[in-house]
């Protein structure tokens, strides 16, 4: 076993109506005014917006709210929130969303902790992040994982750029986890939620690191379990048990936990965003669509690495390597379509694109071809086109 350092502070109230602990969870944290960032008008219109409120007053918080957080969630937004929480004295930050809402909540506690600064300069690296607000989560879809992860991961419109920062002072301080909230979600959401627990996992487990035997098991446990109980919550989705599982499969895979020891790769999270940053598509879909094109790019590196995949996670029997590896290569492929999800460029609204558009986005993931992203096989400019273009088909 390699040496790692794991950090997870998140106090997790998982169950059916977990988020009627919102007030008893910030008042812990000695919160006296609460943000509260939300999305659309869905946790207004289904009443989880006025349950959390209620819960909070009850127990003597007063509240302030940001709604309006997109996929893809906007900077500008975040500092919108910065200044709301400042002028308000907000003392605790709480997310009632998924991803987008945790990583916008985590910015604002980010930069609200500092008066003064400019978020951007923490996203740029300008300035270090040494202290943030607490947050809080009332998870409602299982996906980015953000409930549990030090990372948050913005869109700023004016540069065109998605980006993510780092820190365990933005790990929430409490997740409520209520598997019911998923009851209603657009089925592309919970389909895309899928994919992102899977990659979440798979950047972890491929790497150039062996000898790491609890983590592989884990991370193999992790990808059984969610392919197994997606395909159930496809059909249903209001199976409770198939989505409690997806759900706490979604905090594991970006707690850490399944890549102890090892480096991340997280290469295909650079091509995803820089898709979503472009044409704004949906953070799931940009990753299952460029996932094989990456497999087939680099899987001779470590053919045993993506057989043993296939036999632990796919069951393959097939004593050789190289054939077990494709074969694990095109079943990721089959369930990613089993779930109406993109495995291409064309599969996708933005369509197939032009190879200037290939080259730009190659670019900016590697700020200007100035450094190397990727774990499994450190890459620049030019082997993010070849990715590129080998996805840019229908």
């Given amino acids: 076993m390699h040496s790692f350092e794991q950090y997870m502070p998140t106090k997790i109230v998982f169950g059916k109506e977990a988020e009627l602990k919102a007030g008893t969870l910030a008042k812990e944290w000695q919160a006296k005014k609460v943000l509260l960032v939300y999305g659309g008008g869905s946790v207004v219109r289904s009443g989880l917006l006025g349950r959390v409120e209620a819960v909070l007053k009850a127990e003597g918080i007063e509240v302030e709210e940001l709604g309006g957080v997109k996929p893809n969630p906007r900077m500008s937004l975040a500092k919108e929130g910065v200044k709301k929480a400042i002028n308000s004295g907000a003392d605790l930050v709480m997310a009632v969303g998924g991803g987008s809402c945790i990583d916008t909540a985590k910015a604002i506690a980010i930069a609200a902790a500092k008066p003064g600064t400019d978020l951007e300069e923490f996203w740029s690296g300008k300035i270090p992040i040494e202290k943030a607000l607490p947050v809080g989560v009332v ?130 999270h650079k091509l995803g965003h820089q898709l979503g940053a472009k044409f704004d598509e949906a953070h799931g879909a940009t990753l299952s669509a460029v996932w094989g094109s990456w497999a087939r790019y680099v899987y001779h590196l470590d053919e045993a690495r993506f057989a043993n995949y296939g036999r632990k996670v796919w069951n393959i029997d097939e004593e050789n390597d190289e054939k077990t590896a494709v074969a694990a290569i095109e079943k990721t492929e089959e369930f990613f379509r089993s779930l109406h ?47 590129y273009k080998k996805a840019n088909h229908r």
Avoid at 204 to 211: A, L
Avoid at 350 to 375: F, N, R, S
Wanted: hydrophobic share 40%; with cysteine.
């Fill in 139 to 268: 998870l409602t879809i299982a996906a980015a994982g953000s409930e549990m992860s030090d990372s948050a991961v913005l869109t700023n419109e004016e540069t065109g750029k998605k980006a993510g920062a780092h820190s365990d002072l933005v790990r929430p301080k409490f997740a409520m986890m209520n598997p019911e909230l998923m009851y209603t979600l657009p089925k592309y959401q919970l389909t895309c939620g899928i994919v992102d627990i899977m990659m979440h996992t798979m950047e972890r487990y491929f790497t150039p690191v062996d000898g790491n035997e609890l983590t592989d098991e884990i991370a193999e446990g992790v990808l059984r379990t969610v392919i197994r109980n997606g395909l159930k919550a496809y059909e249903d989705q209001q199976n409770y048990d198939a989505l409690s599982e997806i759900m706490w499969c979604g905090s594991i895979s970006h707690n850490g936990i399944t890549g102890l020891g090892r480096p991340k790769d997280f290469l295909c």
């Fill in 341 to 387: 999800m993109p495995t291409c460029l064309g599969d996708m609204k933005m369509g197939i694109q032009p190879d200037e558009v290939l080259k730009e986005m190659a670019g900016k993931a590697t700020a200007g071809d100035t450094m190397k992203v990727g774990a499994f096989q450190k890459m620049g400019a030019k082997e993010l086109y070849e990715i």
